[in-house]
């Protein structure tokens, strides 16, 4: 059992994040990575881009660490014992490329209300300052605050939010080895540099483990039960899939971007690439 500490949860509340949690061997985050690398080879541009997302619905090894117990325990330790899955997001960077992340707050385009979830971001490789390692403002989860959409070439976001002047000497490095997660608040300011180094820096993030009593307000999204019961009912429920791309589960995948498109355009005044 990985239930959380009463110092981890501590940490939480506080600073809005904790890191290091060891929850996947090096074996089977290597076997991750590979399934991610297959589905690039057999269909080039598949998960590029826009098609980062919901990958865990095509791939077995990616729906297998969404529902690894040792994820569920923390995560129940802070939303509770009911947990849905409501979408992942593949953040891959390549070597010598500019890509980055501005800093920003997930609860702010999300859609989900209220904040009782959770992000889980899986390192799939080694990830450090030298390949562009999130990067958190610790206590920055207590209010939500402005951001610009700037589309800037580059940006791994959707808008290109981003939040101004943060503070750089108060933000903390979140470096992990691959099997490592960190668990970050909704609120959280954090954001993410380039990568300089000579491989991959690939995280799998489950952008959501929402509790039950959460609404999409933005829009909709199909959910997995991932413990638990639901007594809302507040969601559409997708099943599991053990079959590396199959027809059907890319139909439902193709559905699920389509969905989350709209939500993290809503409203937007132009679209930008991912």
Known sequence: ????????????????????????????????????ESIEKKMPNEIDKSGRYNVHLISPKLDSIVHNSRILDAVESIIGKNILVCSTTLFIKNPKEKGFVSYHQDAKYIGLEPHNWVTAWVALTDSNENNGC?????????????????????????????????????????????????LH????????????????????VIQSYIGTNVKQTLGKNGVQIARG????????????NDLLMSEKSMLLRKKENNYLQEIFYKGAKQKGSF
């Open 1 to 36: 059992m990985t239930y959380l500490s009463p110092n981890q949860l501590k940490q939480y509340k506080e600073e809005g994040y904790i890191s290091p949690i060891e929850v996947l061997s090096s074996s089977e985050a290597f076997e991750a990575r590979e399934e991610i």
């Open 134 to 182: 999130m990067r958190m403002w610790p206590k920055s989860h207590l209010d939500i605050k402005d951001h610009n959409e700037k589309f800037n070439e580059g940006n791994l976001l959707t808008r290109g939010q981003t939040i101004e002047n943060v503070p750089e000497d108060e933000v903390k490095s979140i470096e992990l080895r691959a099997g490592q997660m960190s």
């Open 185 to 204: 608040h909704p609120r959280i300011v954090h954001g993410s540099g380039v990568n300089k180094s000579n491989d991959r820096r690939i995280g799998f």
């Open 229 to 240: 019961e639901d007594k809302y009912n507040y969601h559409e429920v997708i099943k599991r």
